[in-house]
């Protein structure tokens, strides 16, 4: 059902979410913090007024990795949803997502099922891109006036309350950032420790080892070496280029520019496209096309193109923090 499936995808990008957060909030100048204290704003004032907002960005990189990571995930939605092709009525209902349509489709496809798949992955794509300019425009900074005023005239009974409740406002914020981390901290920890206790007493030196079969000797060392395998290759192949790119936008580009902008738009999109895109842009394009086959170097670019934009976004934002002074 819906409800089951929205918990599921909640707590899987949690981590993502969490983590890229994190990253951004830590890469904040210590001296924004210390300013505002130095001003006489409380901790939270400091937190929440400028540590955070001055993280605006890697903040908003956040959730659309998150969202997109959302949308096309396939796996735990295939596993959970029930796949029935019918129009949801209520939230414990089986249904059927656009990446699982794929899923469903993609193996015994005909040319004609093919070009409606891409047409489904156009729609997953146009969704992301959606998503990203609403959230640019949301978190979008505001120009003040020349003297530093927003401009907007607040009546001053109004800004009184707001003096008044500013200090418990931000005591609530904390407790909502303590009760948020302690979910957080028991969901991830409760699924560890499930699939540990289920799996660990599984896990055989025969299990890793042995001759693939489908037998008693069941063994996943082939999957295991070609996972490896498949992780080195587009490691090797992504972390350079994205780097070299990210280093560029950042360093030897304009600000301001409208063409790096849009560069920096298609980034954050295709970090957010569904994996399921990707898989589809692969077997079309490097199995069928360049008559790679299902193989190990197919597998791998498939898998280099769909990090690459999360690297370049990630090492963009560790230059973004680096103070202009340095330079």
């Not at 979410?17 to 006489?40: C, F, H, M, Q, S």
């Not at 949801?88 to 997502?97: E, H, N, V």
């Not at 993609?106 to 047409?119: D, I, N, T």
């Not at 080892?209 to 996972?227: E, K, M, N, Q, R």
């Amino acid at each position: 059902g819906i409800l089951l499936v929205s918990f599921v995808l909640g707590i899987m990008i949690l981590p993502t979410v969490v983590a890229r957060t994190k990253n951004a909030i830590e890469a904040v100048p210590d001296a924004y913090n210390e300013g505002a204290r130095a001003l006489g704003a409380s901790h939270e004032q400091a937190v929440f007024k400028v540590v955070v907002p001055a993280a605006r960005s890697g903040v908003l990189a956040s959730l659309i990795l998150g969202v997109g990571r959302a949308m096309g995930e396939t796996m735990a939605v295939v596993m959970v949803a029930g796949n029935h092709a019918v129009f949801p009525t209520g939230l414990f209902q089986s249904f059927c997502t656009l990446t699982a349509t794929i899923v469903k489709e993609m193996s015994y496809a005909s040319e004609f099922k093919l070009s409606l798949l891409f047409a489904i992955g156009c729609v997953l794509m146009v969704f992301v891109l959606l998503i990203t300019i609403a959230m640019r425009i949301a978190t979008r900074q505001k120009k003040g006036n020349k003297d530093g005023s927003s401009g907007k005239l607040v009546p001053d009974w109004l800004r009184a309350f707001y003096a008044k409740i500013d200090r418990p406002l931000g005591k609530f914020k904390k407790g909502c950032c303590y009760g948020a981390s302690a979910f957080t901290a028991v969901a991830l920890v409760g699924i560890l420790l499930f699939v540990m206790i289920k799996g660990l007493p599984n896990i055989t030196w025969q299990f890793l080892s042995s001759d693939y079969s489908w037998g008693s000797a069941f063994t996943v060392l082939p999957s295991l070496i070609a996972t490896g395998l498949v992780v080195l290759v587009s490691l090797l192949i992504a972390i350079p280029f994205g780097i070299a790119t990210a280093i560029y936008l950042h360093e030897y580009t304009k600000r301001g520019n409208p063409l790096v902008k849009a560069i920096r738009v298609a980034i954050e999109v295709l970090s957010g496209v569904p994996s399921i895109v990707y898989a589809l842009f692969g077997m079309a394009f490097f199995c069928s096309t360049l008559n790679m086959g299902t193989s190990i170097i197919a597998g791998s670019l498939t898998v280099t193109i769909m990090i690459l934009p999360v690297i370049v976004r990630s090492t963009e934002e560790a230059l973004i923090a680096v103070p202009d002074s340095y330079r």
